[in-house]
Protein backbone atom coordinates (compact mmCIF):
# COMPACT_ATOMS: atom_id res chain seq x y z
CA UNK A 1 0.00 0.00 0.00
CA UNK A 2 1.17 3.38 -0.67
CA UNK A 3 -0.41 6.34 1.21
CA UNK A 4 0.21 9.52 -0.13
CA UNK A 5 -0.56 13.46 1.66
CA UNK A 6 -0.67 16.63 -0.34
CA UNK A 7 -0.13 19.39 1.23
CA UNK A 8 0.53 23.43 0.17
CA UNK A 9 -2.53 24.22 -1.42
CA UNK A 10 -4.28 27.72 -0.55
CA UNK A 11 -5.24 30.90 -1.57
CA UNK A 12 -3.39 33.21 -4.32
CA UNK A 13 -3.90 35.65 -6.25
CA UNK A 14 -3.80 35.84 -10.11
CA UNK A 15 -0.29 36.16 -11.21
CA UNK A 16 1.12 34.26 -7.97
CA UNK A 17 2.72 31.21 -7.16
CA UNK A 18 2.13 28.11 -5.21
CA UNK A 19 4.09 24.75 -4.29
CA UNK A 20 2.79 21.41 -3.41
CA UNK A 21 4.16 18.92 -1.52
CA UNK A 22 3.49 15.06 -1.63
CA UNK A 23 4.83 12.65 0.79
CA UNK A 24 4.63 8.94 0.36
CA UNK A 25 4.47 6.73 2.69
CA UNK A 26 6.36 3.72 1.02
CA UNK A 27 10.00 2.22 1.04
CA UNK A 28 10.17 1.82 -2.83
CA UNK A 29 9.11 4.99 -4.22
CA UNK A 30 11.40 4.86 -7.09
CA UNK A 31 9.77 1.93 -7.96
CA UNK A 32 6.63 4.95 -9.17
CA UNK A 33 5.86 7.26 -11.99
CA UNK A 34 4.17 9.78 -10.09
CA UNK A 35 1.37 12.73 -11.13
CA UNK A 36 -0.80 15.46 -11.09
CA UNK A 37 -3.88 15.78 -11.65
CA UNK A 38 -7.12 18.36 -10.53
CA UNK A 39 -10.79 18.67 -10.53
CA UNK A 40 -12.80 21.83 -10.64
CA UNK A 41 -15.52 22.31 -9.52
CA UNK A 42 -18.59 20.83 -11.87
CA UNK A 43 -15.68 19.12 -13.78
CA UNK A 44 -13.91 16.12 -14.54
CA UNK A 45 -10.86 15.40 -12.55
CA UNK A 46 -7.98 16.17 -15.43
CA UNK A 47 -3.96 15.65 -16.31
CA UNK A 48 -1.89 17.90 -15.02
CA UNK A 49 1.60 16.50 -15.09
CA UNK A 50 3.80 13.85 -14.65
CA UNK A 51 6.97 12.17 -13.88
CA UNK A 52 9.17 8.92 -14.34
CA UNK A 53 10.94 7.26 -11.39
CA UNK A 54 14.17 8.95 -11.34
CA UNK A 55 12.80 12.59 -12.81
CA UNK A 56 14.43 11.85 -15.85
CA UNK A 57 11.36 12.40 -18.19
CA UNK A 58 8.45 14.87 -17.42
CA UNK A 59 4.41 15.01 -19.07
CA UNK A 60 2.99 18.51 -18.84
CA UNK A 61 -0.89 19.26 -19.72
CA UNK A 62 -0.87 21.99 -22.42
CA UNK A 63 -2.73 24.35 -19.97
CA UNK A 64 0.06 24.26 -17.71
CA UNK A 65 3.57 24.16 -19.41
CA UNK A 66 5.36 26.67 -18.52
CA UNK A 67 3.81 27.59 -16.19
CA UNK A 68 4.24 24.60 -13.66
CA UNK A 69 7.42 22.24 -12.86
CA UNK A 70 6.96 18.78 -11.82
CA UNK A 71 10.12 17.51 -9.65
CA UNK A 72 10.72 14.60 -6.98
CA UNK A 73 13.23 13.87 -4.64
CA UNK A 74 13.93 10.26 -3.91
CA UNK A 75 15.38 10.32 -1.02
CA UNK A 76 12.67 11.59 0.78
CA UNK A 77 9.91 10.43 -1.04
CA UNK A 78 8.31 13.65 -2.38
CA UNK A 79 7.00 14.75 -5.11
CA UNK A 80 6.55 18.57 -6.06
CA UNK A 81 4.31 20.76 -7.79
CA UNK A 82 6.05 24.32 -8.58
CA UNK A 83 3.12 26.49 -9.34
CA UNK A 84 3.66 30.09 -10.89
CA UNK A 85 1.89 32.51 -12.94
CA UNK A 86 -1.77 31.39 -10.74
CA UNK A 87 -5.03 31.85 -13.07
CA UNK A 88 -8.73 31.82 -12.29
CA UNK A 89 -9.02 28.70 -14.18
CA UNK A 90 -6.67 26.89 -12.34
CA UNK A 91 -8.59 26.94 -9.18
CA UNK A 92 -9.27 23.33 -8.20
CA UNK A 93 -8.60 20.46 -5.87
CA UNK A 94 -5.50 18.86 -6.62
CA UNK A 95 -4.63 14.93 -6.47
CA UNK A 96 -0.89 13.23 -6.26
CA UNK A 97 -1.37 9.99 -7.54
CA UNK A 98 1.50 6.90 -8.39
CA UNK A 99 1.49 4.34 -11.08
CA UNK A 100 3.12 1.07 -10.91
CA UNK A 101 5.62 2.02 -13.29
CA UNK A 102 8.60 3.43 -14.11
CA UNK A 103 7.65 5.81 -17.01
CA UNK A 104 5.09 9.00 -17.39
CA UNK A 105 2.06 8.86 -18.13
CA UNK A 106 -1.09 10.86 -18.28
CA UNK A 107 -3.49 8.57 -17.79
CA UNK A 108 -5.50 8.11 -14.57
CA UNK A 109 -6.51 4.73 -14.80
CA UNK A 110 -2.41 3.50 -15.06
CA UNK A 111 -2.35 5.54 -11.77
CA UNK A 112 -2.80 3.03 -8.50
CA UNK A 113 -2.54 5.42 -5.52
CA UNK A 114 -4.52 8.83 -4.34
CA UNK A 115 -3.81 11.06 -2.13
CA UNK A 116 -6.73 13.08 -0.36
CA UNK A 117 -6.83 16.83 -2.40
CA UNK A 118 -5.20 20.08 -1.22
CA UNK A 119 -7.61 23.09 -2.29
CA UNK A 120 -5.90 25.81 -4.31
CA UNK A 121 -8.16 29.02 -5.29
CA UNK A 122 -6.70 31.53 -7.34
CA UNK A 123 -8.20 34.64 -6.82
CA UNK A 124 -9.15 37.32 -10.06
Known amino acids: QVQLVESGGGLVQTGGSLRLSCAASVRTFRNYAMGWFRQAPGKEREFVVAISWNGGNTYYADSVKGRFTISRDNAKNTVFLQMNSLKPEDTAVYYC?????????????????WGQGTQVTVSS
Open 97 to 113: AAASQYYVTGRQDHYDY
